[in-house]
């Protein structure tokens, strides 16, 4: 079993002359973050989705072994919580396809205030091609049951194991992978 660790997001000011060198320009940080992590979560995906020219940038920077996690879109997961989820599927996976074998997990992380609807993310993830490995963090306790487990099963979809944050470390496997984020303990996130 191979286990990939890496953190959210790679460009933070604040790890300047912590992790990143101090001459180290910000455009060479994403070449110093691969030299010791497997893995990143782009995090900046939730609020913005990047474009097809930064998918293919990535696809080229990155090492063969490298896998990158994206976070689903806050539209989608936020403001429409997965309803209508069209119009942003074939735009992921599009997205998506254009890191190639560097694509690792598509992380839809939900809001705390979106209680359980089976039927609403079953009808999201029937309509995932399934070659998009996805991820799924519950923020909301309604959805920690053994009716969610048995859906994201179904569709071959990880249960995001959390750690901090006020949530609860709910260790369960749903899928041929596992994907863990370990959040501190800062309720903020």
């Not at 205030?113 to 909301?140: G, Q």
Request: hydrophobic share 35%; proline share 7%; glycine share 4%.
């Amino acid at each position: 079993m191979a286990v990939h660790v890496g953190t959210s997001g790679w460009s933070y000011k604040h790890w300047k002359g912590r992790f990143y060198p101090q001459e180290l320009p910000v455009s060479r940080w994403l070449e110093h973050y691969i030299q010791h992590f497997h893995t990143v979560e782009v995090n900046n995906s939730y609020y913005r989705w990047p474009s097809d020219a930064a998918f293919a940038s990535w696809h080229e920077r990155l090492p063969d072994s490298f896998l990158m996690t994206i976070k689903a879109p806050q539209p989608l997961t936020h403001y429409k919580r997965l309803s209508e989820p069209e119009e942003w599927i074939d735009r992921i996976s599009h997205s998506l396809s254009l890191l190639g074998g560097k694509f690792g997990i598509f992380l839809v992380q939900l809001s705390n205030n979106f209680a359980s609807n089976h039927e609403r993310l079953a009808y999201f993830l029937e309509r995932l091609p399934r070659w998009v490995r996805t991820s799924v963090e519950f923020r909301h306790p309604s959805w920690d049951t053994e009716e969610t487990f048995a859906l994201l099963e179904r569709y071959g979809t990880a249960y995001c194991v959390t750690s901090g944050a006020r949530l609860p470390c709910i260790l369960r496997a749903t899928a041929p992978f596992v994907y863990v984020r370990m959040h501190g303990p800062d309720p903020s996130f």
